[in-house]
């Protein structure tokens, strides 16, 4: 048996949550992961943006994971988001009619995005939001943040969190409203206007 020296961090062979890089794209996306929203449900919104790193450039390699409420503000309880046939463990994909409010989704070569889901309803003192989690290349640890839509500026004004952050990063939390359902939601990795993004202890 082989001892591993693990008193200093030098000696320490590298895990994946240590290692550069991307490695998601092969097993993690699955087909309709950007479709949360029940297939033909009137109140679906597309919320869509671009992953930028520090330089400004469009990360094309980025995952991104999506979680939210549905429209009363609860949270779904329904499987189903990547469902396999029992009999040959192959993919069926969503079923279409129930929400789980979850999503995974890949940007494209142009480092774009987007997302069908539901409007998601506040929960307590919150104004409504998405939760958002950012994997992407030069990350050794993923990223949180929030997606609040516009429309009720009472609530955005009152929610805890947003009333915490200083007025010239606040507006990194919340979507443009880009008109018939259609949100705008940019994520900025780093340098002049970083997304705000959170850490939970």
Same mark, same amino acid.
């Given at each position: ?14 895990? /994946?949550?240590?290692?550069?890089? =991307? ?15 029940? $297939?033909?449900?009137? @109140? ?7 992953? #930028? ?17 549905? /429209?009363? @503000? ?21 079923? @279409? ?16 995005? #987007?997302?069908?889901? $539901?409007? =998601?309803?506040?929960?307590? !003192?919150?104004?409504? #939001?998405?939760? $958002?989690?950012?994997? %992407? ?8 943040? *929030?997606?609040? $839509? ?5 609530? +955005? %004004? !009152?929610?805890?969190? +947003? ?6 990063? *606040?507006?990194?939390?919340? %979507? ?26």
């Amino acid at each position: 048996m082989t001892k591993i020296d693990t008193s200093s961090p030098e000696s320490v062979l590298p895990t /994946p949550s240590h290692t550069v890089g =991307p490695f998601y794209g092969y097993a993690l996306p699955f087909r309709g992961g950007e479709e949360i929203a029940p $297939l033909g449900h009137p @109140g679906t919104i597309t919320v869509h943006g671009y992953v #930028y790193d520090g330089e400004g450039k469009p990360l094309p390699d980025a995952l991104l994971e999506v979680w939210g409420p549905d /429209p009363d @503000g609860n949270l779904p309880t329904a499987d189903g988001s990547m469902r396999r046939d029992p009999a040959t463990g192959g993919f069926l994909g969503r079923n @279409g009619v129930e929400f789980t409010g979850f999503g995974r989704i890949q940007t494209d070569a142009d480092g774009h995005w #987007y997302v069908r889901t $539901l409007r =998601p309803g506040a929960r307590g !003192a919150n104004a409504p #939001y998405l939760s $958002l989690c950012v994997f %992407a290349r030069g990350l050794l640890v993923h990223l949180f943040t *929030r997606i609040y $839509l516009p429309g009720d500026d009472a609530a +955005l %004004a !009152a929610d805890p969190l +947003l009333s915490r952050v200083e007025d010239g990063r *606040r507006g990194t939390l919340v %979507a443009a409203d880009e008109g018939n359902g259609t949100y705008r939601f940019d994520i900025r990795l780093q340098g002049e206007g970083e997304t705000v993004f959170l850490e939970f202890q």
